[in-house]
């Protein structure tokens, strides 16, 4: 499993170095490569990092250290269903907190972590624009509005039992194949 | 090329007419298919609410049943409580068009048949026609429609945010073609006539600004437009980016041929996806139609835009560190001056205006400077839009004319708190403002008011709190926030917001000392005065504000390790009134995420106060008829219940 990972990993490194030479080699293009390195790898590990910094003529410090200081990159794996509760204003007064607290209790994790086996991983957002319908919860790409802490427990199992049946589907499609 | 001459008056007017008459046809042939429309908002908040899976359900329903009828897509009305909003115009039925609130996939599909079908409107899910007529109520005769003003949202809701057409058939990019005909110190002129101050939070005027630019003759200016939004709890930019895209992208336009740019960017949060690809697909059309690249509108001014997605740092927002950011650095901002209109990215000279900024600038140049003035206050003349959030009955983006007071605005406008529940304060301003009890609920909403009560415009993120907030918590929660964002520059920014922090976290965990108070007061004063930047100088506001209008609360958490608010969670604790508990029907129980809800030998209810970590979902799932969960603070109220007994 590990390995196929790695591999998979390589490969799309070797994807995200193709994509560079269309960027001119200057220092104003550093947060864009990097948002376009996020966004084939799902995050910043560090062999990318220093691919870029070689790329732009740069460090492999100050890369990392322009990196870190956005809150948009990860350097982390995150999990394969990632879980993003709001901690905006609204969202806060509504009692987020207490959401993201079950999230992380729920799959013994903290939050900006991963579980183990990749399967989730949780951060708190600041705002993603519907403070209407706080407190608000978003899981992939849904956004699960007016959250209760007795929701979550739901919500983790619907997505397990999601992903199992989507990896059996998968499995009797290769196997009939 | 910096002060423009006026181009041969003809050809941007030739150019202009061509691109709407073309953009009239196609909306005369949208408007003359026959049969009902159906509208949709589909911004995010729409989305959020499920306005993806009504449209499926309408096209299912009107596949089904054989109907033909056209769905339109728009962006945000702004009354994001109704999310997810449909307006039907169905002409063959008699009724006028039809603003439906809350319109699920049931919905839509029981309106496809009931209405579109057999021609009944279901007047108990109607919020109100949108054009005065005799059958149904008009949606204007409800305050939260008729006392708001639009300048800037005035065609979000209306239009298709991806159709240019439609923005140029409700007479979009006129004001461009106007501008083109006049000569750039005019247009400067008429933006400073105007009064037009910066929305971004600040109130700088827009054509002073532009104006510096003038001065820098040697180099050539940089347009940016800051769509940054860093406040954590508003969401106006985004949504007039993703509801009408063009109206910002004319108003930069504009500015461009003003101060002698050829190149503009917008900067937008990456963590706005679909504002950023509406935006990206705003900026290929308006290339399509010579609105933006080598000759706009056939002159040989020559303007173009790129996008440059801002990767989430609230500091990012303020200009310098904007720039910073651009440039490949960490975004940290540095001294002013010289100012981004001197020296900005790349050290050419740069203007940065916020979004609802340049929406202005359209209407400014079509209806006049003393049009705008006619709206809002002498001092800061035109609209003020608020994402309105909290306790308050109709959330959403409200934008009225400024000098509107905040007792109009949270109580007529937007209906006021619910639940039958009192107002506390009201946070203005996000992480840089402050909080205003009900005494000022009288303030005029104006940059200075603002300022002078203690909190300010802003980024227009308004939060109404009610009274089950707790002021300390609510300061506490900004503190983590502005100290988490703090770029780490300045001393007094970097180890003051952390120290402010800390002494807050105690203050809310019960941990208070005395004298906390006065070590609160010093350390914002210095704070303040020890920033190089608007986030330091901003910083303890939310500190300030609530000490001097809400001391009491401060003492309370200090002397009587009480949380008025009852929203600090370790000074309150839950118990179950045994009078009123039922006893057998164990929903406490079953609902409680840690089991700390248990049934004594004797059949009684209990919590166990040292697993429970007072999420409330027991009161939530207690039935009303028993309503036997209580929640008390100081903790240490609560009465013991053994395991036995
Ligand atoms: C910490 C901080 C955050 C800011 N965030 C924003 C923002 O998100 N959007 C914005 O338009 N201006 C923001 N500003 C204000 C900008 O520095 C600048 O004044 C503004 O973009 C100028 O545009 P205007 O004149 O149209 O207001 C921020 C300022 C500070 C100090
Ligand atoms: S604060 Fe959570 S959506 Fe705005």
């Not at chain 2, 900004?478 to 402010?500: A, M, V, Y």
Request: charged content about 25%; some cysteine; overall charge negative.
């Amino acid at each position: 499993m590990k390995e196929t990972t790695d591999a998979n990993e390589a490969a799309l490194l070797q994807d995200a170095r193709k994509r560079l030479e269309t960027f001119a080699k200057e220092r104003g293009n550093l947060i864009p490569i990097l948002q376009m390195v996020q966004e084939k790898l799902a995050y910043l590990p560090s062999p990318a990092l220093a691919m870029v910094a070689e790329y732009l003529g740069m460090t492999a410090s100050d890369v990392y250290g322009v990196a870190t200081f956005y809150n948009q990159f990860r350097f982390q794996p995150p999990g394969r269903n990632p879980i993003k509760v709001c901690l905006g204003t609204a969202c806060y007064v509504k009692g987020g907190d207490i959401i993201l607290e079950n999230f992380e209790r729920k799959l013994k994790i903290r939050e900006g972590d991963t579980t183990p086996d990749r399967e989730f991983s949780v951060e708190r957002v600041a705002c993603v624009g519907c403070c209407a319908l706080a407190p608000v919860a978003v899981a992939g790409e849904t956004l699960h509005g007016h959250m209760q802490p007795s929701k979550v427990e739901g919500l983790v199992l619907r997505i397990r039992m999601e992903t199992q049946k989507k990896e059996k589907e998968a499995d009797e499609k290769s196997n009939s194949d | 090329m910096k002060k423009a001459t006026p181009i041969n008056k003809d050809i941007p007017e030739q150019a202009y007419d061509r691109i709407y008459k073309q953009a009239m046809q196609r909306q005369e042939a949208f408007l003359s298919v026959p049969g009902p429309r159906i509208h949709i908002g589909t911004a995010t908040c729409g989305i959020a609410a499920g306005a993806l899976e009504t449209r499926s359900a309408f096209e299912e329903a009107l596949a089904q049943r054989n109907i033909d009828a056209q769905i339109h897509t728009v962006g945000c009305f702004g009354h994001c409580y109704a999310e997810p909003v449909v307006i039907i115009d169905h002409p063959d039925s008699g009724f006028p068009p039809i603003f439906y609130p809350e319109v699920t996939s049931a919905k839509a599909k029981m309106l496809t048949t009931l209405f579109l079908q057999e021609g009944d409107p279901r007047f108990e899910h109607i919020l109100g026609a949108t054009v005065a007529n005799e059958m149904i109520p008009s949606i204007m005769d409800f305050a939260r429609f008729n006392q708001e003003k639009r300048v800037v949202m005035e065609k979000c809701g209306q239009i298709d945010p991806e159709n240019i057409d439609e923005y140029i058939a409700s007479d979009g990019y006129s004001a461009l073609a106007k501008s083109l005909q006049r000569d750039s110190v005019e247009i400067i002129d008429l933006v400073k006539k105007s009064g037009l101050r910066g929305r971004g939070g600040a109130g700088f005027p827009t054509g002073l600004k532009w104006e510096f630019t003038q001065n820098e003759q040697d180099n050539e200016t940089i347009v940016v437009c800051n769509a940054d939004e860093g406040d954590p709890g508003a969401y106006m930019d985004r949504t007039i980016l993703e509801s009408n895209p063009h109206q910002i992208l004319e108003g930069m336009v504009i500015c461009g041929y003003a101060t002698g740019a050829r190149r503009g960017i917008i900067y937008v949060r990456a963590e706005y996806p679909l504002a950023v690809k509406l935006v990206t697909h705003a900026v290929e059309q308006a290339r399509a139609y010579s609105i933006l690249g080598q000759s706009v509108l056939n002159t040989d001014f020559a303007f173009d835009i790129e996008i440059f997605q801002g990767s989430g740092a609230f500091v990012c927002g303020e200009e310098t560190a904007l720039i910073r950011s651009m440039e490949g650095h960490r975004g940290a901002p540095r001294y002013r001056p010289p100012y981004p209109a001197q020296k900005g990215l790349h050290n050419l000279p740069t203007v940065i205006n916020n979004v609802k900024t340049f929406a202005c600038i359209a209407p400014i140049v079509n209806k006049g400077a003393q049009w705008f003035r006619t709206i809002g206050t002498k001092q800061s003349p035109g609209t003020a839009i608020f994402s309105v959030v909290g306790s308050v009955v109709h959330a959403g983006l409200v934008e009225i004319p400024m000098g509107v007071t905040l007792r109009t605005l949270i109580f007529d406008i937007c209906g006021g708190i619910p639940d039958n529940k009192q107002f506390k304060a009201v946070q203005i301003g996000g992480p840089s403002g402050g909080c205003l009890p009900a005494e000022f609920l009288d303030t005029p909403i104006d940059f200075d008011s603002l300022t002078e009560a203690g909190a300010m415009m802003g980024s227009g993120g308004m939060v109404v709190m009610d009274e089950d907030s707790c002021m300390v918590d609510v300061a506490r929660f900004f503190l983590d926030f502005t100290q988490k964002e703090s770029c780490g520059k300045c001393t007094f920014c970097r180890i003051g917001t952390h120290q402010l922090l800390n002494i807050l976290a105690r203050l809310t965990r019960g941990e208070g000392r005395e004298g906390d108070i006065d070590l609160l007061d010093d350390f914002s004063v210095d704070i303040k005065n020890g920033s190089l930047c608007g986030l330091g100088k901003t910083a303890p506001n939310p500190v300030l504000t609530s000490l001097r209008y809400f001391k009491d609360e401060y003492i309370a958490h200090i002397n009587e390790k009480c949380c008025p608010g009852m929203a600090c969670r370790t000074l309150t604790a839950f118990y179950i009134e045994l009078d009123q508990c039922a006893r057998g029907c164990d929903l406490c129980e079953a609902c409680c995420p840690v089991e700390a809800v248990f049934t004594t030998s004797n059949r009684k209810k209990g919590i166990d106060q040292a697993l429970c970590v007072k999420c409330g979902e027991c009161q939530v799932a207690c039935p009303p008829d028993y309503d036997a969960v209580r929640k008390v603070s100081p903790a240490a109220l609560v009465p013991v219940i053994e395991h036995t007994g």
